[in-house]
């Protein structure tokens, strides 16, 4: 992964005509200091503020759009107005899906590959040569069904 080896980044950015800047490497160490995380482009802002107060939001988004057209980041939509990236799982060989809290907004991931047989059907039975595929399934978490059975109580 890239985050082991940020050389590899830098040469990425040089072959694909792009300049290594600071504002890009501090974006790239955030996804690195929080692998699991599914951050909007406001939660990267509000963490490169702390210690790069020269990097502005707009800064941060064309970043983001970068790093995701690199295929570095995935771009993902949950559904509530905002885009989240996390850092691109390209080359496992499997996808990960997501379950999403409505009332707290918490994203969980799982890893099953619950759809490879029914993309395999899909895609023989249609022609189509499939990608990938998301999948997220929207609910409330446990945190938030315990606080709604002790309000019933």
């Known amino acids: 992964m890239w985050c082991a080896n940020p050389d590899s980044f830098r040469r990425l950015l040089k ?3 792009y300049k290594m800047t600071p504002q890009r490497q ?3 160490e955030v996804f690195c200091e929080h692998p699991d995380a599914h951050l909007s482009a406001e ?3 509000q963490i490169v503020r702390v210690d790069s107060s020269d990097i502005g939001l707009a800064t941060v988004y064309r970043t983001l759009e970068l790093l995701s057209e690199l295929e570095l980041l995935s771009k993902i939509n949950f559904g509530d107005g905002r885009s989240r990236y ?3 799982r390209t ?3 499997h996808h990960h899906h997501h379950l999403i809290c409505l009332a707290c907004g918490k994203v969980s991931e ?3 590959d619950l759809l490879d047989q029914l993309e395999k059907e899909v895609s023989v039975k249609n022609g189509f040569q499939i990608l990938d595929h998301q999948v997220k399934f929207f609910g409330y978490c446990q945190n ?3 606080r709604d059975h002790e309000k019933q109580s």
Do not use: H, P
Request: net charge negative; proline share 0%; with cysteine.
């Open 91 to 93: 080359g496992e060989g």
């Open 15 to 17: 072959e694909k005509q």
């Open 43 to 45: 939660d990267v802002y």
């Open 110 to 112: 799982f890893d099953d």
């Open 86 to 88: 996390e850092l691109s």
């Open 144 to 146: 938030c069904q315990r």
């Open 26 to 28: 501090r974006i790239l």
